[in-house]
């Protein structure tokens, strides 16, 4: 089994778990067809299933049933393994607000909620269920200092407990993986 489950879902320790986190809101107009592609990973929050990865991105795409193909990929840069997963989302509620239901693993479903999204879609902040799931987004391996700064005050202030992001490396170690 990849470690890589979702690099934007939860899996396993929230099976069935598609809410907000208590407090927080979802982005509303939201636009799936604009959402759509690939995301690199800036931060996060750490997790066994990405424990160790770099490079990472996030890739969706509408699949012909309807439903969004998500593609996740990391690189272990200390052996050079990448670790790829495959899962489909689906809106949850209403089709303008940024929440999706992820699976990977057949019927069991974690939260997807994009709390902040940058008005031309270059970043997001989203959470899984709780605080204990958090990453920052971005469409380019990196993120402006100031943007970065303000989504991790944007998490703080939502009560994400941010110091302890890992930021992830995007850098020219990721070359060889692209």
């Known amino acids: 089994m990849p470690r890589l489950l979702p690099c934007l879902a939860v899996l396993l320790p929230l099976v069935g778990c598609t809410g907000l986190p208590t407090g927080t809101q979802a982005v509303s107009d939201f636009d799936l067809e604009r959402y759509l592609g690939?995301?690199?990973?800036?931060?996060?929050?750490?997790?066994?299933?990405?424990?160790?990865?770099?490079?990472?991105?996030?890739?969706?795409?509408?699949?012909?049933?309807?439903?969004?193909?998500?593609?996740?990929?990391g690189v272990d840069l200390d052996s050079g393994e990448v670790d790829e997963a495959e899962g489909r989302a689906e809106p949850v509620g209403a089709a303008d607000r940024g929440r999706l239901k992820v699976s990977f693993f057949g019927p069991f479903y974690g939260g997807?909620?994009?709390?902040?999204?940058?008005?031309?879609?270059?970043?997001?902040?989203?959470?899984?269920?709780?605080?204990?799931?958090?990453?920052?987004?971005a469409r380019t391996p990196t993120l402006d200092a100031a943007t970065y700064a303000a989504l991790v005050d944007e998490a703080a202030a939502l009560d994400f407990p941010v110091e302890a992001l890992i930021e992830v490396e995007q850098g020219d170690?990721?070359?060889?993986?692209r």
Do not use: K, M
């Open 173 to 177: 170690a990721c070359a060889p993986f």
């Open 38 to 73: 690939t995301w690199y990973e800036i931060a996060r929050l750490d997790h066994r299933f990405e424990r160790g990865l770099d490079c990472v991105t996030a890739d969706y795409a509408l699949r012909e049933d309807g439903q969004i193909r998500v593609r996740n990929r």
């Open 112 to 137: 997807y909620n994009v709390l902040a999204l940058d008005d031309d879609y270059r970043w997001s902040l989203v959470a899984g269920p709780n605080r204990d799931y958090l990453w920052i987004l």
